[in-house]
């Protein structure tokens, strides 16, 4: 049986660090607050060179996640889609909209943008509606 994972697609854009109030910081807040921070710095009396350099780390570590986060999802997506073309040729049974079970053989795949579809007798369904693979 195939489990969907769609709901971990598409978390590449949110991600970013939280806050002491619970609040997400992505690249662009983080970026803009580090922007006014020097803006507003006394030129006489800069910050403290240790502060900026682990401003400047905080930030490469967050960019290097948000990467990584891209990596993941794409991964996961060609994951679904190698599990979805498997599926092509073989009889399944899909549980229909509205309840009914609906046996066939697997004509091709659609590739959407957050799930894949399965055809079968020119009808499309999603994948998480597969109740059995025959």
């Given at each position: 049986?195939?489990?969907?994972?769609?709901g971990?697609?598409?978390?590449?854009?949110?991600?970013?660090?939280?806050?002491?109030?619970g609040?997400?910081?992505?690249?662009?807040?983080?970026?803009k607050?580090?922007?006014?921070?020097?803006?507003n710095?006394?030129?006489?009396?800069p910050q403290d060179?240790?502060?900026?350099m682990?401003?400047?780390?905080?930030?490469?570590?967050?960019?290097?996640?948000?990467?990584?986060?891209?990596?993941?999802?794409?991964?996961?997506?060609?994951?679904?889609?190698?599990?979805?073309?498997?599926?092509?040729?073989?009889?399944?049974?899909?549980?229909g909209?509205?309840?009914?079970?609906?046996?066939?053989?697997?004509?091709k795949?659609?590739?959407r943008?957050?799930?894949?579809?399965?055809?079968?007798?020119?009808?499309?369904?999603?994948?998480?509606?597969?109740?059995?693979?025959?």
């Open positions: 049986m195939i489990n969907s994972t769609s971990v697609n598409g978390s590449a854009s949110t991600a970013g660090s939280t806050n002491a109030s609040m997400v910081l992505d690249k662009e807040a983080f970026l607050l580090f922007i006014e921070q020097l803006k710095q006394d030129p006489l009396s060179p240790n502060a900026f682990n401003q400047m780390a905080q930030f490469s570590v967050m960019e290097q996640l948000m990467n990584l986060n891209t990596s993941i999802t794409q991964l996961i997506d060609l994951q679904n889609l190698t599990e979805a073309a498997s599926l092509v040729g073989r009889t399944v049974m899909v549980t909209a509205d309840g009914t079970e609906i046996s066939g053989t697997v004509e795949v659609q590739i943008q957050n799930a894949n579809k399965i055809v079968i007798d020119g009808e499309s369904y999603d994948i998480s509606q597969i109740a059995q693979i025959g």
